[in-house]
């Protein structure tokens, strides 16, 4: 899967790590309400390009979904400044 790496001059191989770090610094720096979006631009990033066939879960077991994830946030940033800042489109 990752035999392009191979063929990679050490220079081609150093504009990768940048590009894919940037890519995760970017998925990382999200906040607020864009913490809980899909992110393909992240899956992007891969060489292999797929139609990601996604799973969307039900309205009750995706929202007790969120609920865990923000709770989770309570236990992992419990210091985290908090927002009251309503989501816009």
Known sequence: M???LESMSRADLVAEVRRL???IREHRDS??????WHHPDL?????E???PQITVPAWPQ???G???YRESLDR???????SDRPYAD
């Not at 899956?43 to 060489?47: A, F, I, N, Q």
């Open 2 to 4: 990752d035999s392009d």
């Open 21 to 23: 770090r940037a890519g």
């Open 31 to 36: 906040t607020g309400h864009d913490l809980c």
């Open 43 to 47: 899956w992007d990033l891969l060489p």
């Open 49 to 51: 390009k797929t139609d």
């Open 62 to 64: 995706f929202l007790r």
């Open 66 to 68: 969120c609920v865990s």
């Open 76 to 82: 992992q940033a419990a210091d985290a400044p908090r």
